[in-house]
T-cell receptor
Framework: DVKVTQSSRYLVKRTGEKVFLECVQD?????MFWYRQDPGLGLRLIYF???????EKGDIPEGYSVSREKKERFSLILESASTNQTSMYLC??????????????FGEGSRLTVL | QKEVEQDPGPLSVPEGAIVSLNCTYS??????FMWYRQYSRKGPELLMY????GNKEDGRFTAQVDKSSKYISLFIRDSQPSDSATYLC??????????FGQGTRLTINP
């Protein structure tokens, strides 16, 4: 069965702290994504990666960075957390373009609160 | 103006009703159209997928795409309390980057 695992379901951090959100997929997918989900705004793409050590900015990359050292793992980093980064963060993976219909497989989400 | 517009609701209907969920979009290059369902405290999962215009039926669910009007719909027949969830439309030109609607929160009342 397809599985995307996000290591932390709920986190509470203080302003200025460095935050790591980890995501692991067991489907050997090339593509991985980080979204944030906010009421009334839907899902917005932060960063994505088509291959190991590759990354591309999405629609809202400011304040975030990512790391993909291994194919199965994609990390989202908040260098200095701010209150406006309080949100639900969703990791997803998918097959490459040539064999993909656009289906994303999502993890269960990490709810981050920044105080 | 957002590329994809979806009424966030909330929408509340009695069990057994027919539910209609809709999205409009502005980019005529979109070719692949999807509906994702998201239960509370879970990630979204793909419910229906349609390529280009037309209808697609899967059990109680029907997805419609009208590219001339830039309008897509999801119909749920004989709605059940287990259908209560947030429904997100999504679309793409064919590359990986999906564009999502805001999501409609649906409650089916027993």
């Amino acid at each position: 069965d397809v599985k995307v695992t996000q290591s932390s379901r709920y986190l509470v951090k203080r302003t200025g702290e460095k935050v790591f959100l980890e995501c692991v997929q067991d489907m050997d997918h090339e593509n991985m994504f980080w979204y944030r989900q906010d009421p009334g705004l839907g899902l917005r793409l932060i960063y994505f990666s088509y291959d190991v050590k590759m990354k591309e900015k999405g629609d809202i990359p400011e304040g975030y960075s990512v790391s993909r050292e291994k194919k199965e793992r994609f990390s989202l980093i908040l260098e200095s957390a701010s209150t406006n980064q309080t949100s639900m963060y969703l990791c997803a993976s998918s097959l490459p373009d040539r064999s993909n219909t656009g289906e994303l497989f999502f993890g269960e989400g990490s709810r981050l609160t920044v105080l | 103006q957002k590329e994809v517009e979806q009424d966030p609701g909330p929408l509340s209907v009695p069990e057994g009703a027919i539910v209609s969920l809709n999205c409009t979009y502005s980019n005529s290059a979109f070719q692949y159209f999807m509906w994702y369902r998201q239960y509370s405290r879970k990630g979204p999962e793909l419910l229906m997928y349609t390529y280009s215009s037309g209808n697609k039926e899967d059990g109680r669910f029907t997805a419609q795409v009208d590219k001339s009007s830039k309008y897509i719909s999801l119909f749920i027949r004989d709605s059940q309390p287990s259908d209560s969830a947030t429904y997100l439309c999504a679309m793409t030109k064919g590359a990986q980057k999906l564009v999502f609607g805001q999501g409609t929160r649906l409650t089916i009342n027993p």
